[in-house]
C-alpha cells in the first residue's frame, strides 16, 4: 500500500504559475507508475499526464501539452506537476495516482492509489 498527499495548491492568475508536489508514504513509491488527474466542477475527472516507473517516458494531454511537466525523485517518493502560462479552465480540485500493476498508465481504471487532492484556481 501505498499513501498519497498532494500540496502546492492555490489561486493564481492567469499567465502564472504554480508546483504540484504528491508525497508517497509507505511502499516505496519507485516501483509505480504515477499521474496526475484533475476534476473540474461539474465534470468528469480527466487525465493530465503521466510518467513511468523509471521517469524515462512522459505523456501529456493536449490541454496541457507544452505548459505543463511532470516528473518525479525516486529517492524522496515525490511526484510533481509544474504548471505553466496558467488558464481560467485549469482551474481543477489535481490528484495524483499510483499504479502498482503497470510501468505505466495513462487511464484512471489503472491507478489504485489516489490522494485526497488539491485545489487549484486561476483567476482571469
Known amino acids: 500500500q501505498v499513501q498519497l498527499v498532494e500540496s502546492g495548491g492555490g489561486l493564481v492568475q492567469a499567465g502564472g504559475s504554480l508546483r504540484l508536489s504528491c508525497a508517497a508514504s509507505?511502499?516505496?513509491?519507485?516501483?509505480?507508475?504515477m499521474g496526475w488527474f484533475r476534476q473540474a466542477p461539474g465534470k468528469e475527472r480527466e487525465w493530465v499526464a503521466s510518467?513511468?516507473?523509471?521517469?524515462?517516458?512522459?505523456s501529456y494531454a493536449d490541454s496541457v501539452k507544452g505548459r505543463f511537466t511532470i516528473s518525479r525523485d525516486n529517492a524522496k517518493n515525490t511526484l510533481f506537476l509544474e504548471m505553466n502560462r496558467l488558464k481560467p479552465e485549469d482551474t481543477a480540485v489535481y490528484y495524483c495516482?499510483?499504479?502498482?500493476?503497470?510501468?505505466?498508465?495513462?487511464?484512471?481504471?489503472?491507478?489504485?492509489?489516489w490522494g485526497q487532492g488539491t485545489q487549484v484556481t486561476v483567476s482571469s
Open positions: 509507505g511502499r516505496t513509491s519507485s516501483g509505480y507508475a
Open positions: 510518467i513511468s516507473r523509471s521517469t524515462s517516458v512522459t
Open positions: 495516482a499510483a499504479s502498482s500493476r503497470y510501468t505505466y498508465a495513462l487511464f484512471a481504471p489503472l491507478y489504485d492509489h
